[in-house]
T-cell receptor, first 115, second 115 residues
Framework: DTGVSQDPRHKITKRGQNVTFRCDPI?????LYWYRQTLGQGPEFLTY????????KSRLLSDRFSAERPKGSFSTLEIQRTEQGDSAMYLC?????????????FGPGTRLTVT | DAKTTQPNSMESNEEEPVHLPCNHS???????IHWYRQLPSQGPEYVIH???SNVNNRMASLAIAEDRKSSTLILHRATLRDAAVYYC????????????????FGKGTKLSVIP
C-alpha cells in the first residue's frame, strides 16, 4: 500500500488550454473524492465517486470540468479551456465504503498554474 | 451543514502539550467529530475522530464535551513536525443525504511550534 498518488504534481498551462490530472487511490478503497484548494483556504469538495459511479458534484464543478473513474480504479479530472481562476491545488482522496467514520486518505495534490 | 469554529492560529513551545479547541454548537446527535491536519505543501492527513467518548490514538487524543458542543484535540508533546493547519470537521454517521461523505473544511487553526 503506497497511499494515494497523483500525477502530475505540478502543471503550468496557458489560459484556454485543456489539462488532465490523474489520481490513483488506495487499492481497496471504493470511494474517491476530488477537492480544490486555493491559497489560505481549506479544501473545497468538487466531486465523489463510489466505484465507477459519480454520485455527487459540487456547484463548483462547472461545465468545463469533467471527472471519470473507469472500472472503479484510477480517476481523471479534466479542465477544458482553463481560466486563471482555475489556478489551485487539486487534491484527490479515497476511503473505504460501508458504515463507520470513513476517514479519507489524501494524495499530495496537483498544483495547477494558469498563465 | 453543521459548522465548526476554531481559532485562526495558535503557538506552542516544542515538547509541550497543545490543546486545539473546536466549537460545534449545532452538532446533531449522529455527527462524528473528525480532525485532519495539513502540513505545508502536503495533502490533508487524518488525525482522529470521535462520537461521544474521548479517544486516543498514536497521534493525538480527542476530548469531547459532555454536551458534544465542543471538542479539543490534544497533542501531548508538540514537535516541529506538528506545525500544520488543523481542521475540525463534522460528518454524519452513515448516509443522511447529499453531502454525507464529503469533508467540509473551514479555515482551520494554524499551529506554530517554537523550538
Amino acid at each position: 500500500d503506497t497511499g494515494v498518488s497523483q500525477d502530475p504534481r505540478h502543471k503550468i498551462t496557458k489560459r484556454g488550454q485543456n489539462v488532465t490530472f490523474r489520481c490513483d487511490p488506495i487499492s481497496e478503497h471504493n470511494r474517491l473524492y476530488w477537492y480544490r484548494q486555493t491559497l489560505g483556504q481549506g479544501p473545497e469538495f468538487l466531486t465523489y465517486f463510489q466505484n465507477e459511479a459519480q454520485l455527487e458534484k459540487s456547484r463548483l464543478l462547472s461545465d468545463r470540468f469533467s471527472a471519470e473513474r473507469p472500472k472503479g480504479s484510477f480517476s481523471t479530472l479534466e479542465i477544458q479551456r482553463t481560466e486563471q481562476g482555475d489556478s489551485a491545488m487539486y487534491l484527490c482522496a479515497s476511503s473505504l465504503g460501508g458504515q463507520g467514520a470513513n476517514e479519507q486518505y489524501f494524495g499530495p495534490g496537483t498544483r495547477l498554474t494558469v498563465t | 451543514d453543521a459548522k465548526t469554529t476554531q481559532p485562526n492560529s495558535m503557538e506552542s513551545n516544542e515538547e509541550e502539550p497543545v490543546h486545539l479547541p473546536c466549537n460545534h454548537s449545532t452538532i446533531s446527535g449522529t455527527d462524528y467529530i473528525h480532525w485532519y491536519r495539513q502540513l505545508p505543501s502536503q495533502g490533508p492527513e487524518y488525525v482522529i475522530h470521535g462520537l461521544t467518548s474521548n479517544v486516543n490514538n498514536r497521534m493525538a487524543s480527542l476530548a469531547i464535551a459532555e454536551d458534544r458542543k465542543s471538542s479539543t484535540l490534544i497533542l501531548h508533546r508538540a514537535t516541529l513536525r506538528d506545525a500544520a493547519v488543523y481542521y475540525c470537521i463534522l460528518r454524519p454517521r452513515g448516509y443522511s443525504g447529499a453531502g454525507s461523505y464529503q469533508l467540509t473544511f473551514g479555515k482551520g487553526t494554524k499551529l506554530s511550534v517554537i523550538p
